[in-house]
């Protein structure tokens, strides 16, 4: 099993190459000081179709880091890497629209 840490944007950054861009080369170097921390992955959305009816959901970005359970979750949220992370976002390019956090426990189904 592992933990973690969804960071969501539901919405359009102001440059969207921009903002990836510095997620990837900037940001991401902050998460990854993260004590404990096994590894972060970006999921961003591409063109589908699916012939069943379903909403369509308006993420620009789902940041997703893992950790081996909750407790060092726990650790790394309190900690300084965590903490410069916070101040970090601060410099990231606009971002118009929500930021949520989720943590969640994976479970394999198959």
């Known amino acids: 099993m592992s933990v973690s840490y969804f960071v969501r944007y539901q919405g359009k950054p102001a440059d969207p190459r921009a903002f990836l861009d510095y997620y990837r080369r900037t940001h991401a170097r902050f998460m990854q000081?993260?004590?404990?921390?096994?590894g972060a992955i970006l999921h961003h959305p591409v063109s589908w179709n699916d012939p069943?009816?379903?909403?369509p959901d308006l993420r620009y970005l789902l940041a997703q880091v893992v950790?081996?359970?909750?407790?060092?979750l726990n650790a790394a949220l309190q900690s300084e890497a965590r903490m410069r992370s916070r101040?970090?976002?601060?410099n990231m390019p606009p971002f118009i629209g929500e930021v949520t956090h989720q943590?969640?426990?994976?479970?394999?189904l198959f």
């Not at 950790?67 to 060092?72: G, L, R």
């Open 33 to 38: 000081a993260f004590p404990g921390v096994r």
């Open 52 to 55: 069943v009816a379903v909403k």
């Open 67 to 72: 950790f081996d359970d909750a407790a060092a």
């Open 87 to 90: 101040e970090d976002f601060k």
């Open 103 to 108: 943590a969640c426990e994976a479970e394999v």
